[in-house]
């Protein structure tokens, strides 16, 4: 009597099969653009100037005596467009021809390049105020320091790094409203694990914290000394150690303290072409090419209202 079982009827089987959705990537949120004020009057060039004017000087006055003048300082802000950035794929006619999955692979094409030059002009714009400051410095502004490393152990966070920041930041006359702090995932661990917080007992607004964590999304659910607080995996990471004061961060991220009030964000820009889409059939190599091109520029505009924390990225257990 014949019968089946596995182990002489395996031309039977199909040892392998291909599913027909395609996996994606995981993708982070991306959040600098909201923080960038946008220029809007600059109809042609790459070059753009902003004229500024210091404040007056006050002197004693006596009685009878002629007045004073003294002329206020003026400076020029120039702004650059100057990043062109471009993502382009192809995919023969063969292949189109062959893969079972060539519509959802096609229709892929352009999102897909759309968000890695997105995800580009968001490491931009996160890397231009550690580039707009000078490294190993406090780049200190009316007495307080911008730019410190972090004063936790191993130079990660501490809660005190929260209220240096917010003490330069009213140093420099920059409204208290608004405030955000966008931090490296690392940066959240350590504030998650401090003693002082995981001990509920004697911190009970930190309870719901402790149980439900810091952060839905990329928002945390919590307020830190007026920090709305962002977790970004965007950030810059420094390509060596930087040193300031007695503390030293070895290859540290720039985790940023601002405040988003709109008339004085620390970011300006422009977005002189938006992602925009080409795409033709090349006869010579019988296949069919999709390019996505943008062009735009951004610089720090208000060095006063950004405080720079270097932290270490290693997780200190």
């Not at 509920?200 to 607080?229: A, C, L, Q």
């Amino acid at each position: 009597m014949a019968g089946f079982s596995t182990t002489n009827n395996d031309h039977l089987i199909r040892s392998n099969l291909w599913s027909a959705d395609l996996k994606e990537v995981l993708e982070d949120e991306l959040i600098g653009t909201k923080y960038v004020k946008m220029i809007t009057d600059f109809p042609d060039g790459d070059t753009f100037n902003i004229p500024s004017i210091g404040q007056a000087e006050v002197f004693d006055y006596q009685e009878n005596q002629g007045i004073k003048f003294a002329a206020m300082d003026t400076g020029n802000f120039t702004f650059t467009v100057n990043k062109y950035k471009q993502s382009g794929v192809w995919i023969t006619e063969k292949m189109k021809q062959d893969s079972y999955v060539m519509g959802e692979l096609v229709a892929s094409f352009v999102p897909k390049q759309r968000r890695a030059i997105m995800k580009a002009m968001e490491a931009d714009i996160l890397a231009i105020g550690p580039d707009g400051q000078t490294a190993a410095n406090a780049n200190t502004i009316n007495g307080a320091s911008h730019r410190m490393i972090g004063g936790g152990t191993g130079e990660s966070i501490a809660l005190s790094d929260f209220a240096k920041a917010k003490y330069a930041l009213q140093k420099a006359n920059v409204p208290m409203t608004d405030l955000v702090a966008i931090v490296d995932p690392s940066f959240e661990y350590t504030l998650s694990t401090l003693t002082n917080l995981v001990n509920v007992s004697n911190n009970p607004r930190w309870e719901g914290i402790v149980r439900d964590g810091y952060s839905t999304g990329m928002k945390f659910i919590n307020n830190i000394y007026g920090f709305d607080v962002y977790v970004s995996q965007n950030l810059k990471v420094n390509t060596t150690s930087e040193t300031i004061g007695s503390l030293t961060a070895a290859a540290g991220v720039n985790n940023l303290f601002f405040s988003a009030t709109a008339d004085v964000l620390p970011f300006v820009g422009l977005i002189r072409q938006p992602p925009k889409v080409d795409s033709k059939y090349n006869m010579d190599y019988q296949r069919e090419e999709y390019a996505t091109t943008c062009r735009y520029g951004f610089k720090l505009f208000r060095p006063e209202n950004l405080v720079v924390v270097v932290t270490d990225t290693d997780i200190v257990v």
